[in-house]
């Protein structure tokens, strides 16, 4: 890592960049994306709040956040108005990098958040509410669905990053989503844009993956990120040490493809 600029201070953006890493797809690297990109900024001097939105919890869980019953969660200050600096916990071994943990019961929120007023801003406000000049970035890691959760996520950013699966079904799902984007834009964010599009899952023995590859770069052209995320067994492994593949086995091809995807990120200007 170190020859690869492993000490190299990448340059902080004016503002903190507010992202949701969405896809209504399931098992596209969401997740996966969230909590590597996070760690490689933040072991690259900048400042980073990871925002698990998905009941599941798995970016808490990769992260080592404890959570347990007693645990208070973003489903607190989405339904109780928590805020978020309380929530924020730091992750072991990472400096600069915090985790505002997912628990269980997330998967009731959607359900509540139906009777509360604006209830589409409520990640929003509570951002609003946060003193964000320390921190640079935001990653708000969204649950594999189209419902206010991932809604709340999309008015509260300012970007959205698509990790894409290089397999054909990866690109049917695409178009609605682009759609719930620009519905967005034009109801409740007008300031939205999707400005990061990362291949991930790319296998270079299949003809198939270039092919998608291809055709998301034809469609997407600049928005799409020049690094490709390969297959990774390491990068499959790390959530089950509680950690990032960055910090797991900073060598493997997963963990120098998202410290690339990091960089990317890093030195493009804000779209």
Same mark, same amino acid.
């Given at each position: ?7 190299? *201070? ?8 507010? *992202? ?5 797809k399931g ?17 690259h ?7 698990d939105l ?47 943990p997912a ?9 509540e ?5 604006a209830r ?17 970035y935001?990653?708000? $890691? ?19 990053? *698509? ?39 790319? $296998?270079g ?5 270039q092919?998608?590859?291809d ?9 799409v990120?020049?690094?490709? *995320? ?13 950690q ?11 963990a120098?493809?998202?410290l690339?995807?990091?960089?990317e990120?890093?030195?493009?200007a804000?779209?």
């Open positions: 890592m170190a020859s690869r600029g492993q000490d190299e *201070i990448w340059p902080r953006p004016g503002s903190c960049r507010v *992202i949701s890493v969405a896809n209504q098992g596209v690297g969401k997740t996966t994306t969230t909590v590597n990109i996070a760690a490689a900024l933040a072991m001097g900048q400042r980073v709040l990871v925002v998905d009941p599941q919890g798995n970016a808490s869980t990769a992260l080592s956040m404890e959570r347990d019953n007693q645990t208070r969660s973003i489903y607190h200050c989405l339904v109780e108005d928590e805020e978020i600096r309380k929530l924020a916990q730091p992750v072991p071994d990472i400096p600069g990098l915090w985790c505002a628990t269980i019961d997330l998967a009731g929120a959607e359900i958040l139906v009777s509360l007023v589409e801003a409520r990640l929003k406000r509570a951002f609003a509410a946060y003193d964000t000049s320390d921190l640079d935001i990653l708000i $890691d969204c649950p594999p669905s189209l419902g206010l959760l991932t809604v709340n996520a999309m008015v509260a950013c300012d970007e959205v990053m *698509i990790p894409i699966q290089c397999e054909y079904y990866a690109l049917e799902g695409l178009g609605q989503l682009l759609r719930n984007v620009e519905l967005v834009q034009s109801h409740l964010n007008p300031g939205l844009a999707v400005s990061t599009i990362l291949l991930t899952m790319y $296998d023995r299949t003809r198939l993956s092919q998608v590859a055709e998301v770069r034809s469609h997407f052209q600049d928005t990120l020049d690094t490709v *995320i390969p297959r990774s067994v390491r990068v499959s492994e790390a959530p089950s040490y509680g990032s593949v960055m910090t797991y086995d900073p060598s493997s091809t997963g120098v493809a998202y690339d995807a990091a960089r990120i890093a030195h493009r804000k779209r």
